[in-house]
């Protein structure tokens, strides 16, 4: 064997072999996997500190509930609006403005113009005659079980809040049509933000949310009944519906409808809801608002009920509530007259005295309208109501008017008795009545009574509480009973 030179070297021994790159899409994959884990670490620590909030706003919630007890508990949360355990000093103004004996500045929609001396103002009267206490269902047992204080808000409102009050022409401007509205045609002045399928608002509320844009002149119009009036009602349908009832080269008349209810008592007491059927009228104005020649605004008093109430027992929104109807004689709002001018002046732009040396008030003398379009006032309250209600594009007829029309049409008659109107917001609300639409029509109801009928007035079958029945083809006058609770 040969040996190697000094000097030169042999080849080289061999060593552990050199890795190759590691291929792209296993690259890929570990990455993937390391955001998969560190995702999951996130998660996780984001599912850590979710329990360490719950777990602090439980301990905050009983350390409140040790400290103020049930009844202090529930004032606390009904001023905590945001639910976080603390009173911001915002969420404290009521009480702040309840204690000085303060009243709240106007908000910046009514502030939104300074006062023009040549701007006409218009004068409204309210007329109250409270609800008599006889007309509710509680009454027949002397209101056994009703607590005097529960009923103290309603027995104390006796009188409207503001007998009278002066507004600005401008502040009618939201019950001016959209542009191209046709006679008749309905539109929303507050859009409902609730359907019949949707839930209800808290019942655990005392003071409305400052009203903001169209909601203001309601807002206004209906403090003159009572200070707390919530212009949204907690239950479907809510808001203010309109529509055109008369057209001229200069006026519009408006009718409209409007949902909306107060709330009659204060911290400590517990809320006390008073949800009137409807709040219906109409306004004659001219088309740039600068004019109005008549308003009114009234709560129907034709139905023997017209009025829901509902209250709290307990300081929670699960506590037990009572309900009842009842009946108001008189809610209602009227001009005095058509709005003049705060200033009068003359041709040379100097002012007059608005009373004659008699010291009687001078007499303006208005053109008369010509109406070009009109609508009677029982087919625009039909649309507005159907606006409500899309349930009442069926008709509805008296009883002995709807046989007659079964017999013509060869149907079935579907009748319906409650405890209160079904197409009103005098009953409805929570465990009371309300309107669910299933085929062409159906209901929910509390204490009612629903029969279907053929058109001679046979039976065939309905609903009475939660059991449902049906009429047996034998015999035809008797009746079974399901012990399974009915679909409503």
């Known amino acids: 064997m040969g040996r190697a030179r000094p000097g030169q070297r042999g080849p080289p021994s061999p060593g552990p072999a050199a890795q190759p790159p590691a291929p792209p899409r296993r690259r890929a994959r570990s990455l993937a996997l390391l955001g998969a884990l560190l995702a999951a670490a996130a998660a996780a620590a984001v599912r850590v500190c979710a329990r360490h909030a719950e777990a602090q706003a439980a ?8 400290t103020l007890g049930t009844d202090g508990l529930f004032l606390f949360s009904s001023l905590d609006t945001d639910g976080d355990m603390y009173i911001s000093p915002e969420e404290f103004k009521p009480i702040a403005e309840k204690l000085t004996g303060s009243t709240p500045a106007a908000s910046c929609e009514e502030e939104e113009l300074p006062p023009d001396p040549s701007e006409e103002t218009l004068t409204i009267e309210a007329r109250f005659q409270p609800l008599l206490p006889e007309t509710m ?13 529960a009923l103290s808000g309603l027995r104390n409102w006796t009188a409207a809040a503001s007998p009278s009050a002066v507004f600005a ?6 019950f001016l049509p959209p542009p191209g509205q046709e006679l008749g045609e309905p539109w929303w002045i507050i859009p409902s933000e609730l359907s019949m399928f949707t839930g209800y608002l808290s019942n655990n509320r005392f003071y409305p949310p400052p009203p903001k844009g169209k909601e203001v002149i309601i807002h206004r119009l209906l403090s003159m009944f009572h200070p707390r009036p919530f212009v949204k009602t907690r239950f479907a349908p809510q808001g203010a ?21 107060f709330q009659l008592s204060e911290p400590p007491d517990f809320p006390f809801w008073f949800s009137p059927a409807q709040f219906t009228g109409h306004i ?3 088309k740039d608002a600068t004019h109005v020649r008549d308003f009114r605004l009234f709560v129907p008093n034709h139905r023997s009920l017209n009025v829901d109430m509902e209250w709290l027992y307990g300081a929670s929104e699960s506590s037990n509530m009572e309900v009842d109807i009842g009946y108001i004689p008189q809610m209602e709002l009227e001009a005095t007259g058509p709005s003049v001018p705060s200033v009068i002046l003359d041709e040379d732009g100097s002012m007059i005295d608005s009373h004659l040396p008699s010291g009687e008030p001078l007499q303006f003398v208005f053109e008369e309208i010509k109406w070009q379009q009109e609508l009677s006032w029982e087919e625009a309250a039909r649309r507005l109501e159907v606006a409500m209600y899309p349930f009442k594009k069926v008709s509805y007829l008296p009883f002995t008017e709807a046989f007659d029309r079964a017999k013509a049409e060869n149907k079935l008659v579907h009748s319906i008795l409650l405890w209160g109107a079904l197409d009103d917001q005098s009953c409805c609300g929570r465990g009371t009545a309300c309107v669910k639409a299933l085929g062409h029509r159906a209901f929910i109801g509390f204490k009612k009574l629903s029969l279907s009928a053929s058109p001679q007035g046979q039976v065939q079958g309905g609903l009475s509480g939660r059991l449902s029945w049906k009429v047996r083809p034998s015999s035809p006058c008797s009746t079974r009973a399901s012990s399974a609770p009915g679909p409503w």
């Open 59 to 66: 301990a905050r919630q009983e350390l409140a509930l040790k």
């Open 137 to 149: 269902t509680k009454s027949k047992d002397g209101f056994l079980g009703v607590s005097r204080l």
């Open 284 to 286: 004659i104005l001219s």
């Open 169 to 174: 022409t401008r502040h009618f401007q939201p």
């Open 241 to 261: 519906v309109a529509c055109l009832t008369a057209i001229s080269d200069f006026y519009y008349t408006v009718m409209f409808r409007i949902h909306a209810e």
